[in-house]
């Protein structure tokens, strides 16, 4: 498993239960500015207080903590961290991206 941390904007949360009814799955599609690249990433139960976080704060810049993992196969992007960038940092951000 690999695990990257990026300055990303969370676009929209969503939820939906399992078949079963049993789960609930819960994504975040984020999108990167560097390279205008939308990506979507699950959000497990363990960490529903930072679905909550993201969906009070949508279409804000923040840091994300991604966990990359693979199974069976198949690769996954897990959001394990979500800090809002405020508007100091955020401003700061921007004018080192342009230099």
């Not at 695990?3 to 799955?25: E, H, L, T, W, Y």
């Not at 999108?31 to 979507?40: I, P």
């Not at 993201?54 to 199974?71: D, F, G, P, Q, S």
Request: proline share 2%.
């Amino acid at each position: 498993m690999s695990k990257f941390v990026a300055n990303c904007v969370v676009m929209g949360v969503k939820s939906r239960p399992s078949q079963d009814g049993k789960r609930i799955f819960r994504n975040a599609v984020l999108y990167f500015e560097e390279d205008t690249t939308t990506l979507e990433a699950s959000v497990s139960d363990e960490h529903e207080s930072l679905y909550k976080l993201m969906e009070a704060n949508k279409m804000k810049l923040a840091h994300v903590t991604i966990n990359l993992r693979e199974y069976k196969g198949q690769r996954f992007l897990d959001v394990t961290g979500y800090q809002p960038v405020t508007g100091a940092m955020a401003a700061s951000g921007k004018d080192q991206a342009k230099s």
